[in-house]
């Protein structure tokens, strides 16, 4: 399958190499394809990877990964162009965090709405899954513990079965469903939590797990 992802941080580099690592082709999109960063990034994930602008990225997937910082949703999607995820299952990574007044963070959004609906909104034709946000990067691949599930909430369940294939070939166990993607604010405001917990523990590889 071909993969665009949207965004060259932490995040995006991690789930591109493990979409590469697991035989799907990957374009990594940027403002710097060909920053000195990214050369790294294409040597390490080896496969089929190759770097190019958010537009190119993003009409070069059948699925995308959307992991730009929360506060550059709304620049990148006009750098991509809205047309390009008409169709397409998206994964939504982001976070609404606020670091105004320091730590711990709050959430710029507030409480009342979240980025995986923002996004949903601006792309109506897209098939939005918020999942990875609630997870250290370390864990996103592998995550060390089988029975581990994924949180995750979306309109299209076909799309959310897609999303929860892909988190298993990852290493998850599968995902718990939290409904559509009006939940995402709930998924969104447990990452203020979780970097509390971090701090507390000093470790910033934690992550939160449900029994049941």
Request: proline share 4%; net charge positive; hydrophobic share 40%.
């Amino acid at each position: 399958m071909k993969v665009g992802i949207l965004g060259s941080g932490d995040v995006g580099k991690t789930l591109g190499k493990g979409f590469v690592s697991h035989g799907h082709s990957v374009k990594l999109g940027s403002r710097t394809p060909d920053s000195e960063k990214l050369k790294v990034w294409r040597k390490e994930a080896q496969g089929e990877s190759s770097t190019g602008t958010f537009s190119e990225a993003a009409s070069y997937g059948d699925m995308l990964v959307f992991a730009p910082l929360g506060s550059a949703v709304d620049d990148v999607i006009g750098l991509a162009g809205a047309k390009n995820f008409a169709g397409k299952i998206v994964i939504d990574t982001t976070n609404a965090l606020d670091f105004s007044k320091g730590m711990p963070p709050g959430l710029f959004t507030g409480l009342a709405d979240s980025l995986g609906e923002q996004i949903q909104r601006k792309l109506p034709q897209a098939k939005v899954v918020k999942c990875f946000n609630t997870v250290p990067n370390s864990r996103m691949i592998s995550p060390g513990d089988k029975t581990a599930e994924m949180l995750i909430c979306g309109n299209d369940t076909e799309a959310k079965h897609k999303v929860t294939q892909i988190l298993k070939e990852f290493g998850w166990a599968g995902a718990i469903d939290i409904g559509g993607i009006t939940e995402a604010k709930w998924l969104e405001a447990l990452v203020p939590l979780w970097v509390r917990a971090a701090v507390s523990l000093n470790s910033w590889n934690a992550m939160f797990k449900v029994l049941h």
